[in-house]
């Protein structure tokens, strides 16, 4: 096997799963980062909550809107959302969210219940859902409200949708802070 040759594959396929995803990714995550901004705008948080590989997701996530991303700002209200018990995350968005707050519901295999409860108690509280989801997601976005913004990453192989996850995370991360201090470029 030659290695070199194996690895500059990986790489010519990502970067076609990355164009290929382009046209579908680019106004939902537009959207979403418009419905985060005006949220923090009017002092409103954004809980993050993943399932499967997606909890780690949620923590960056989270982690990269107090701390800053790749420009200096005030930090932001973001929460992740640990899990552990019978329902993870329904219970801390009944104690935590207000209406205008948002939740970012990272899904990269099925989603589980708790993804489901946790759109639920969003729902109730009168808050939006941001939805990254893998192309197996129907159930999660079946239960997506109108104003409520699917992201569904359609790669084939899960790297591909791992990479492409990071990516859409990047994107909404940078255009937060973009809408937020007025970045032109």
Known sequence: ????????????????????????LAAPIAGAVEIITGSLLDNGKVFACGSGRGVDDAMRFAAAMADGFEMERPPLAAIALPGGDEDPFSRRIGALG????????????????????????????DM????????????????????????????????????????VLHCLCDGIDCLLLGVED
């Open 128 to 167: 939006r859902v941001i939805a990254l989801t893998a192309c197996d997601a129907d159930m999660i976005e079946a239960q997506l409200a109108p104003g409520d913004v699917p992201i569904r990453i359609s790669a084939e192989r899960t790297g591909h949708v791992l990479q492409l996850q990071q990516l």
């Open 98 to 125: 207000q209406p205008g707050d948002v939740l970012l519901a990272i899904a990269t295999e099925s989603g589980g219940e708790g993804i489901g409860a946790a759109i639920a108690a969003a729902h109730e509280r």
């Open 1 to 24: 096997m030659d290695l070199i040759d194996r690895i500059s594959r990986q790489f010519e396929d990502s970067a076609r799963a990355t164009l290929d995803a382009l046209d579908a």
